[in-house]
C-alpha cells in the first residue's frame, strides 16, 4: 500500500471528522498525501509526508497562499488524527473545558 494511499484510508475511516474538519481536495504526492480544509481554528492545505523509513511523519499546515504557517513533526500514525484534529478543529477541547467551567461555575454559585 503506498503511503498516500495508507494516509487516506486512515482519514477516511474517521469520517464524521471529514465533516468537522470541512475536508476537500485531497491530492498524492511522491512522499505523502495533502487536502483543503476548512475547519474551526485552521483554514487552509495539510500535508502529510513520511520521512524516510521510519514510521513517523510530519504534518504541514499552509495558508491558501501556500505559505507555511506551522510544521508538526515526529508524529506516529496513532497520534495522526489526534494531532490533525487538534490544529485543524479544536472545538472539542473547546467544548470540554466551557462545560467543566460551566459545571463548575453553576455549582459553586448555588
Same mark, same amino acid.
Given at each position: 500500500?503506498?503511503?498516500?494511499?495508507?494516509?487516506?484510508?486512515?482519514?477516511? @475511516?474517521?469520517?464524521?471528522?471529514?465533516?468537522?474538519?470541512?475536508?476537500?481536495?485531497?491530492?498524492?504526492?511522491?512522499?505523502?498525501?495533502?487536502?483543503?480544509?476548512?475547519?474551526?481554528?485552521?483554514?487552509?492545505?495539510?500535508? *502529510?509526508?513520511? !520521512?524516510?523509513?521510519?514510521?513517523?511523519?510530519?504534518?504541514?499546515?499552509?495558508?491558501? =497562499?501556500?505559505?507555511?504557517?506551522?510544521?508538526?513533526? !515526529?508524529? @506516529?500514525?496513532?497520534?495522526?488524527?489526534?494531532?490533525? =484534529?487538534?490544529? *485543524?478543529?479544536? @472545538?472539542?477541547?473547546?467544548?470540554? *473545558?466551557?462545560?467543566?467551567?460551566?459545571? =463548575? =461555575?453553576?455549582?459553586? @454559585?448555588?
Amino acid at each position: 500500500m503506498t503511503l498516500s494511499l495508507k494516509i487516506y484510508e486512515l482519514l477516511k @475511516s474517521k469520517v464524521l471528522l471529514y465533516y468537522e474538519w470541512g475536508f476537500y481536495a485531497p491530492f498524492k504526492k511522491p512522499d505523502g498525501f495533502g487536502f483543503k480544509v476548512r475547519g474551526t481554528s485552521f483554514r487552509g492545505i495539510v500535508t *502529510i509526508r513520511q !520521512h524516510g523509513d521510519n514510521d513517523y511523519f510530519t504534518v504541514y499546515l499552509h495558508n491558501l =497562499h501556500c505559505e507555511q504557517v506551522k510544521m508538526i513533526d !515526529h508524529v @506516529s500514525e496513532d497520534e495522526l488524527v489526534s494531532v490533525l =484534529h487538534a490544529n *485543524i478543529d479544536g @472545538s472539542d477541547s473547546w467544548k470540554k *473545558i466551557k462545560k467543566l467551567y460551566l459545571k =463548575h =461555575h453553576v455549582l459553586n @454559585s448555588v
